[in-house]
């Protein structure tokens, strides 16, 4: 018998491929998902699993090279943002065409934020591509997608990690995947920002650093069953290049976490029999 959870996914970039490895060690410890959530790339990696295309999916992500998430970025002269974001999804469609959200064999929400109403604009039903182009739209970088009288941008602004759309029950426990704890030291140094540290600038780690302490109020204040830490610190925003790396982290972590908590949710406990 399988146990029964919900599934929330937290934004974070590529940081959000450890999820391919966080749903994976879930499954193979006996666990069934029954509805998920996302913010962000949490959204696209849970929408494209509800779809049943995260094998192939995966599979893609692989064989990128830092050279091909460079040749995706669709670069634009906008005022809301330097890249576009077409040429990514319309590469993803020739392998996984575009479904209503409401057609998915598990149900799905994925989460935006209304940048001119402050409020978050959650999809449960239209196009999954649609969703996701407007929930993983980072303010200054991806063109805002605009939708009836709303301008919409990353849900990760607003709700890095969507708790609140998911409805606890006794029946299905609620496991949440956060990609924006707090660094980890032994994975990278913590740096000074200066002009050649790239990623770990003032900017992004404040950013950074105020993603965290949503997550952890959205956390005290839900209460999910269980969470999946993952170091925000574990990747570049754009380090897409790094899939087998950041599956197997997710993977890893995930695992522990579960083991380590194996009394909050009765689940098949067994090593790991992963074969990425």
Do not use: C
């Not at 913010?39 to 699993?49: A, C, E, Q, T, V």
């Not at 020739?94 to 929400?109: G, N």
């Not at 540290?197 to 965290?212: R, S, W």
């Amino acid at each position: 018998m399988k146990t029964p959870i919900s599934l929330v996914l937290s934004s974070g970039g590529a940081r959000g491929i450890t999820h391919i490895g966080a749903i994976r060690a879930l499954e193979e410890q006996g666990f069934s998902i029954k509805s998920i959530a996302g913010s962000s790339i949490g959204s696209l990696i849970g929408g494209i699993y509800a779809m049943d295309k995260l094998d192939v999916f995966t599979i893609w992500l692989k064989t990128l090279k830092r050279r091909d998430v460079f040749n995706l970025m669709d670069f634009t002269w906008s005022a809301g943002g330097v890249m576009k974001g077409e040429k990514v999804f319309n590469k993803i469609k020739t392998f996984i065409p575009d479904v209503l959200i409401e057609q998915m064999e598990i149900p799905f929400v994925a989460v935006s934020t209304d940048i001119l109403h402050q409020k978050e604009i959650v999809f449960k039903s239209g196009s999954f591509f649609d969703a996701v182009r407007a929930s993983i739209s980072i303010p200054g970088v991806f063109t805002p997608v605009n939708h009836l009288d709303y301008t919409l941008v990353d849900g990760g602004l607003i709700n890095p990690l969507p708790l609140n759309h998911i409805e606890p029950t006794t029946e299905n426990p609620v496991i949440a995947i956060n990609l924006n704890a707090p660094e980890d030291e032994s994975l990278a140094p913590p740096k000074i920002a200066n002009k050649h540290n790239g990623y770990f600038t003032i900017t992004q780690k404040a950013i950074l650093t105020m993603l965290g302490r949503i997550t952890e109020l959205s956390i005290k204040l839900h209460r999910p069953d269980i969470v999946v830490h993952i170091p925000r610190n574990v990747a570049g925003i754009w380090d897409y290049h790094k899939a087998d790396y950041l599956i197997e982290l997710g993977y890893t972590k995930t695992l522990e976490t579960l083991l380590a908590n194996k009394t909050t949710i009765p689940f098949i406990q067994q090593g790991p029999q992963h074969k990425f």
